[in-house]
């Protein structure tokens, strides 16, 4: 007997992130990723948990900072131009080492751009976005099992690394509906004694903060934090490869437009043309090895986004250049068809002989 | 499936699939040779609408009144003026996808004093099993209750509509037949018809008022 359930995607983030244990809830409505915040709203209450609509997503990200402090497990979520404006607390949790998820299910931008699906914010998300040296843990689920998967996962990474986690979505697979197998109830298994969470008179303050009044000592936390960042980019890559061992034509893409991608390829290998498909599951870290090693074979790549292209400049970083790299994209809220990724790869084949 | 009534009105829980049951009944009522009019007053889905099968159901030859923004930018809750004619006007069968939850059945009750009026209507609740929120029959009838709150007319009757998408296999519409049952025993409500993709139609004939339906085609 199936013990699937029919789930939008971004219901399936917020079924996922209770089972991992979270119990705090701070947003603000944003199309399209209301769906979380509609499904917190009527679960958290049943199950003691809480869900705060803030007045605003500045609010709800301080909150989130809070909760962090305390050692829970937190989230907050929101769309594109909600991400922006919690920038600055993004900045102040990485600044703190604290652990949180944050997710953007993108629209198209920039401004209140619109509300259909985007990767827009591919730059925002894994360079920065706010003020200083950090990194987010970020990743890109590609299907509705994914956005509970990666949930699960993200909660665990950002614990492990003390650092917060982004679920980088666009709003198709957040509005899409998908049979799910929610993942089981699971817990942090990381201790957490940097925690704000009284002393009992038994132990000294801890303290949660992001300001150094000595340079020094503000530079030394930035060089301990970048190894720990060093550990990420050396752990936790996940790629998802397809038909790329013997590729000559090797699309990237990530989200939605991996699945249009591959049904490219797979359009493609009909004809003959020796296409594979890169699937970034993380995309900070980026997995650069799998770029690297399809470059030894391949003749070229193209990057496929739904943004004026972003991802493509990793890509080439990866490869060193080596080999050409095309752009294969729809912007403001439109997205690639099969097709479209078919004539690319066909065009890449055909050139650079 | 008995008589159609002049209008029919699909309203539902989140997700419960209402605008497939909407398309493929008016495709269904203009196979009988009736005239037909699909009208998407969902409010609140921002993707994924009736829109997205305009072209089959002009082919079909099932007239369509779509929102004037929807699949755009433009996130408002706005209705075509077009509908009034419809719920007014009785020279064409209306079938309404009316938007999820007790919100989107809000945009309904403009239209209500027309359709008491005239008083040959159908409000279906469609209802779907493997959805997280509505997993029993008890907590699909808080669902119900949340929607009827919010709508002036009274529910007549009941769609099974339970499947996982794609992956549905005729044991998963089969073990939600005993669960459609007790629903419609809880609410009062019969069951219209349960709502099976075509290709599964014959090895679930058993369950009750079995419904053929096709699915809108995504291009991932």
Redesign the interface.
């Known amino acids: 007997?199936?013990e699937?359930?029919?789930?939008?995607g971004n219901?399936a983030i917020a079924?996922a992130a209770i089972r991992a244990g979270c119990r705090h809830y701070f947003g603000y409505p944003i199309?399209?990723q209301t769906?979380l915040a509609?499904?917190m709203a009527?679960r958290m209450p049943k199950i003691g948990g809480v869900f705060l609509q803030a007045e605003s997503e500045i609010s709800a990200i301080n909150m989130v900072y809070g909760v962090s402090s305390a050692g829970k497990r937190v989230m907050t979520s929101s769309s594109s131009p909600g991400i922006s404006l919690k920038q600055e607390g993004i900045s102040y949790i990485a600044g703190s080492d604290l652990p949180a998820l944050i997710v953007n299910v993108e629209r198209?931008g920039p401004g209140l751009?619109?509300?259909?699906?985007s990767q827009a914010d591919y730059f925002q998300a894994t360079k920065g976005g706010g003020h200083g040296d950090y990194h987010l843990i970020v990743l890109t689920p590609a299907s509705v099992q994914e956005m509970a998967d990666l949930t699960a996962l993200a909660f665990d990474l950002a614990d492990r690394y003390r650092m917060p986690a982004m679920l980088l979505a666009d709003?198709?697979v957040g509005?899409?509906?998908?049979?799910v197998e929610l993942p089981a109830e699971s817990a942090p298994t990381v201790e957490k004694p940097w925690a704000v969470t009284g002393t009992g008179m038994a132990r000294p303050h801890n303290i949660v903060n992001s300001l150094y009044l000595q340079p020094d000592e503000l530079e030394r936390t930035n060089f301990e934090r970048f190894e720990r960042y060093k550990q990420v980019e050396e752990n936790e890559v996940r790629v998802e490869e397809f038909m790329t061992e013997d590729a000559d034509v090797v699309v990237v893409a990530f989200g939605?437009a991996a699945?249009?991608s591959k049904?490219a390829v797979v359009a493609a290998r009909k004809q003959g043309i020796k296409a594979g498909l890169i699937r970034p599951i993380t995309v900070w870290p980026f997995p650069k090895q799998a770029i690297e090693k399809a470059a030894a074979h391949a003749k070229g790549f193209i990057s496929v986004e739904l943004s004026m292209g972003q991802m493509i400049e990793d890509v080439k970083l990866a490869c060193a250049c080596s080999r050409p790299v095309a752009l294969c994209n729809r912007a403001g809220?439109m997205?690639p068809?099969?097709d479209q990724v078919l004539d690319a790869i066909i065009n890449m084949q055909g050139g650079n002989e | 499936m008995r008589s159609p009534k002049r209008v029919t009105l699909f309203c539902g829980h989140y997700g419960s699939g209402k605008t497939n049951c909407a398309v493929n009944y008016a495709l269904w009522l203009k196979a009988q040779g009736l005239p037909v009019t699909l009208a998407d007053i969902d409010v609140v889905n921002p993707y994924f609408r009736s829109r997205d099968s305009e072209e089959t159901l002009r082919n079909a030859g099932v007239e369509v009144i779509a929102l004037p923004y929807a699949n755009s930018n433009v996130d408002l809750p706005a209705l075509p003026s077009e509908v009034y004619g419809l719920v007014q006007r009785r020279d064409t069968y209306a079938v309404l996808d009316i938007g999820g939850d007790d919100r989107g059945a809000l945009a309904l009750g403009r239209f209500a004093p027309y359709i008491l009026k005239e008083n040959d209507f159908d409000l279906l609740d469609v209802v779907n099993f493997y959805r997280p929120l509505t997993r029993t029959p008890g907590e699909a009838l808080e669902a119900l209750r949340e929607i009827a709150a919010s709508t002036s007319l009274s529910f007549t009757g009941v769609v099974n509509d339970s499947n996982l998408g794609e992956e549905t296999t005729a044991a998963d519409v089969l073990r939600t037949v005993p669960m459609a049952a007790e629903f419609c025993r809880l609410a009062g409500l019969p069951l219209k018809f349960t709502a099976v993709r075509g290709n599964l139609a014959e090895s679930v004939s058993a369950a009750p008022e079995v419904f053929p339906i096709r699915l809108q085609k995504k291009p991932f």
Do not use: F
């Not at chain 1, 699937?4 to 939008?8: D, I």
């Not at chain 1, 509005?175 to 049979?179: D, I, L, S, T």
């Open positions: 007997m199936s699937k359930v029919l789930m939008k219901e079924e199309t399209p769906e509609a499904y009527k198209g751009g619109g509300i259909q699906p709003g198709t509005q899409m509906m998908e049979p939605i699945r249009v049904n809220g997205s068809a099969p």
